[in-house]
């Protein structure tokens, strides 16, 4: 089954998605954020098409480790997400947490080098982003299943 992967901002959320043997990571779209119930239905909805086992989001903590403001209100985005899977009888998703510091920096890096205009960058830097954090958590998954092997 696939992975979802998060970048959830203030404004928007960055999205992408795994393909079936979760090898890469795709960037599908940015939700513009209306309020965290509808923005939570929607992802649920995005979890439900593309039959995803998985939501990885990522955890924006300071440099030094620490929360942030930011970490607080994707703590609250986590809690709505669970809410309503337990409420619309979705069961088996597992949700996860990946390190996303600097991802946005990276995101943008990538995009600089592939020579993106600044207009289109503001328009895709999260859903690049999203695509940083969901390709590390298959990384991950990809090097602890050779380790057990």
Do not use: H
Not at 16 to 31: E, K, M, R, V, Y
């Amino acid at each position: 089954m696939r992975k979802i992967g998060l970048d959830v901002g203030d404004k928007t959320v960055g999205i992408a998605i795994s393909d079936p043997l979760n090898i890469t990571a795709q960037g599908i779209t940015t939700l513009e954020r209306v309020g965290i119930r509808k923005d939570t239905g929607k992802i649920l909805d995005m979890v439900k098409e593309y039959e995803c086992d998985t939501i990885v989001i990522g955890l924006n903590k300071k440099l030094d480790g620490t929360d942030s403001i930011q970490t607080e209100k994707v703590y609250e985005f986590r809690t709505m997400l669970e809410n309503k899977m337990r409420s619309t009888g979705m069961k088996g998703i597992e949700i996860v947490w990946q390190d996303e510091r600097l991802t946005t920096v990276m995101a943008e890096r990538v995009l600089i080098d592939a020579d993106v205009s600044r207009k289109k960058r503001k328009e895709v830097i999260d859903k690049q982003a999203a695509v940083l954090i969901l390709q590390s958590y298959l990384d991950k998954l990809a090097y602890e299943k050779r380790q057990s092997e």
